[in-house]
């Protein structure tokens, strides 16, 4: 209750502050330490050897005649409108905002990006036009072992051609970019199908539905996954996942799905484009593909020839459990996309790696002998002397050593844990008697050997320890 009290004669109102009023402390919330599921933290290690695949990528393509492109990770949702439900917010797929009453996506994929900017610089480049990108790409997805929401990818794509060479040629750089990043023939295989085969397909089960049609080829998407008789289910009525989650079906009878099943199981191409890619790649002796038409990619955008690139060997997951890698990456042909963007007959074909998954897998099946660059440092005995200490740094740094001095604060003990943590190959003891005979001490941290030199004679002593 508040009330009002009378002050002094000239009878002033106040209103007086409850006695009983409490001031409620305001709790501190800690941020979480944790990432979001399908994102990583990605440690030295992993960064050199996708550093090593990415200049052996930028190596094969400059060989093979290609341009690097950037475009930015944004993009109005609308540019990349193929991944998206039809909904009010555009929130399963993709990560989106809104800006200025447009919505804005971060890229699924380089593809749609690349047809937005053929689109928009039709008349600047090249015909037909060959790029590669790398990037990253991010996808509002769930995420599984190897399989993340963000990660970096690689893209060679041909832009306004209908010429098969481009398509052959493109699986030929890939099983290059494999081999040269240390794996064998035996490590991987290349599976080439086709559209045309599920358009067949849809003919004999005389299926017109846009929306059953996309429904079986998500489902038919998931074999290698999921395995066939969890497929039956998402050909039927729906499935069921381990977590609860329930998808519908595309409500396909037993002799529908039977239909299916059979023509899974042909081993022997029928369509002209696929017996073109294999003519061409016995030209290049090209031999580790395998035809395969339960490859299904790209749901609604490709139009012709489509590949996949799937390891063979099995690697552990966070869990310490053996599992087979599977798919790292794929493409195909998609004659119609660029002219979303307008009256642009510019048909294209194109080939990605998840560049992530791949080093994931490299990480397991090839030991990397990786030579780490180490400092050397610098101790600080007494701040006063900063100056000598620069003067020995950038004598250091000038002879292509990298050197530190000390950062931090404390005594000799606290900075040698601080040399041993970050396993620096030697430490340089400068302090003032050092300084008085124009010498240093270095001790060599890997056999704990220390020897007076002068400081001329340093930077060949220290090229000989590390």
Do not use: H
Not at 88 to 97: A, Q, Y
């Amino acid at each position: 209750m508040v009330r009002a009290a009378v002050c002094g004669t000239e009878g002033r109102q106040f209103e007086s502050v409850p006695v009983y009023q409490k001031m409620e402390k305001e709790k501190k919330i800690k941020p979480t330490k944790e990432l979001p599921a399908g994102f990583e933290d990605r440690q030295e290690k992993e960064l050199l050897i996708r550093d090593f695949v990415i200049s052996n990528i930028k190596e094969i393509m400059i060989n093979y005649g290609f341009q690097y492109l950037e475009t930015p990770s944004f993009e109005y949702t609308e540019s990349i409108g193929k991944f998206l439900p039809d909904k009010d917010r555009p929130g399963e797929g993709v990560f989106s905002f809104k800006d200025e009453n447009k919505w804005l996506s971060l890229r699924y994929d380089l593809t749609a990006p690349l047809a937005r900017y053929v689109a928009k610089n039709f008349n600047k480049i090249p015909k037909p036009f060959k790029r590669y990108q790398l990037g990253t790409v991010w996808r509002n997805e769930k995420p599984g072992p190897g399989r993340y929401r963000e990660f970096l990818q690689f893209d060679a794509d041909y832009v306004g051609t209908k010429n098969l060479q481009a398509d052959a040629e493109l699986c030929i750089l890939i099983s290059e970019i494999l081999e040269k990043c240390g794996l064998d023939k035996d490590d991987y295989t290349l599976k080439i199908s086709s559209r045309k085969f599920t358009e067949k397909l849809f003919e004999k089960l005389n299926i017109k539905s846009k929306d059953q049609v996309l429904t079986i080829l998500r489902a038919l998407d998931k074999i290698e996954r999921l395995g066939w008789d969890e497929v039956q289910k998402l050909l039927g009525k729906g499935r069921k996942d381990k977590s609860g989650d329930y998808t519908k079906g595309a409500n396909l009878n037993i002799e529908q799905i039977k239909i299916i099943e059979n023509a899974l199981k042909n081993e022997t191409p029928e369509n002209d484009d696929v017996l073109e890619i294999i003519k061409i790649f016995n030209a290049y002796n090209f031999k580790n593909f395998k035809f395969d038409p339960s490859v299904i990619r790209g749901l609604e955008y490709y139009t012709g020839p489509i590949f996949e690139v799937n390891l063979n060997f099995e690697v552990k997951n966070s869990k310490g459990k053996a599992i087979q890698f599977g798919s790292i990456g794929g493409g195909g042909r998609y004659d119609n996309l660029v002219s979303n963007f307008g009256n642009l007959d510019y048909p294209a074909t194109g080939i990605s790696i998840g560049l992530d998954r791949l080093v994931f897998a490299l990480m397991q099946k090839k030991d990397f002998s990786l030579k780490t660059v180490r400092p050397i440092m610098i101790c600080v005995f007494n701040k006063n002397n900063t100056n000598q200490y620069i003067e020995i740094l950038n004598k250091l740094r000038k002879a292509n050593i990298s050197s530190e001095i000390y950062p931090g604060e404390g005594k000799l003990k606290k900075q040698m844990e601080y040399a041993n943590k970050i396993e620096s190959p030697g430490v340089i003891f400068y302090g003032e008697d050092e300084i008085k005979k124009g010498e240093v001490k270095l001790r060599n941290l890997k056999t704990g050997d220390e020897s007076s030199i002068k400081i001329e004679n340093l930077t060949n002593e220290i090229k000989k320890l590390i």
